[in-house]
């Protein structure tokens, strides 16, 4: 096990609304990646949060967001969901002085209907 | 765009054979190369990584050759057990800012 769990694991939601996925990351982890992994693919970077700051982005809309607290958690939210949005979602944490290894939660299975 | 890709998509191997799945990048700005393996309802879990002053790491059963001039880079998954029955992705980052993946091979091996 990694450490970093990730909340909830399953989700079905409908298009047009919004969802908030939650990671708890390993503790004295201060950096957060989001990913998207689409059925059959490899994970795509959504964005990084470094001390609560988003600090990357990948080529995602601004209807994805995130935020990261200080207690090591984080959270994506998706506004406006598509049908393409659904996805396995991952995030994985690291610390950025440290081992430069990434560690991923088991991830949320998103259906958007 | 895909900046790293992956072949083959799915391979199957006799348990004792050897598995070899490659990749090849664009961006020359990468360094570091690392490959994960993910189970069924699991997260990715990093497996072995290269830096490219390296041409080749070897972890137990698990093998990584790389070629800086032709931009790419190899998991040779050697006396295949059924347990290593999984999706495998090559990533490669830039000072470990965004990992790029590549699409996944799946490996199945038979007993």
């Known amino acids: 096990e990694t450490g970093v769990t990730q909340s909830p694991t399953h989700l079905i939601k409908t298009r047009g609304q919004q969802v908030t996925l939650r990671c708890s990351s390993q503790?004295?982890?201060?950096?957060v990646s989001w990913y998207q992994q689409a059925l059959g693919q490899g994970p795509q970077f959504i964005f990084q949060?470094?001390?609560?700051?988003?600090?990357g982005r990948g080529n995602f809309p601004p209807r994805f967001s995130g935020l990261q607290f200080p207690n090591y958690s984080s959270e994506l939210n998706v506004n406006a969901l598509e049908l393409d949005d659904s996805a396995l979602y991952l995030c994985?944490?690291?610390?950025?002085?440290?081992?430069?290894?990434?560690?991923f939660g088991p991830g949320t299975r998103l259906t958007v209907t | 765009q895909q900046q790293v890709k992956q072949s083959p998509q799915s391979l199957i191997v006799q348990k004792g054979g050897i598995s070899i799945i490659n990749c090849a990048y664009e961006?020359?700005?990468?360094?570091?190369f690392p490959w994960y393996q993910q189970f069924p309802g699991k997260g990715p879990a990093l497996l072995i990584a290269?830096?490219?002053?390296?041409s080749e790491k070897k972890e137990g059963r698990f093998t990584i050759s790389f070629n800086k001039s032709a931009k790419q880079f190899s998991l040779h998954i050697m006396d295949s057990q059924p347990g290593d029955s999984a999706t495998y992705f090559c990533?490669?980052?830039?000072?470990?800012?965004?990992?790029?993946f590549g699409a996944g091979t799946t490996v199945t091996v038979r007993a």
């Open positions: 994985a944490s690291r610390d950025r002085q440290g081992n430069y290894e990434q560690y």
């Open positions: 503790s004295g982890h201060n950096t």
């Open positions: 949060y470094y001390r609560e700051e988003e600090n």
């Open positions: 961006n020359t700005a990468f360094d570091y």
């Open positions: 290269i830096r490219p002053d390296v």
């Open positions: 990533a490669a980052t830039f000072r470990y800012y965004k990992l790029s």
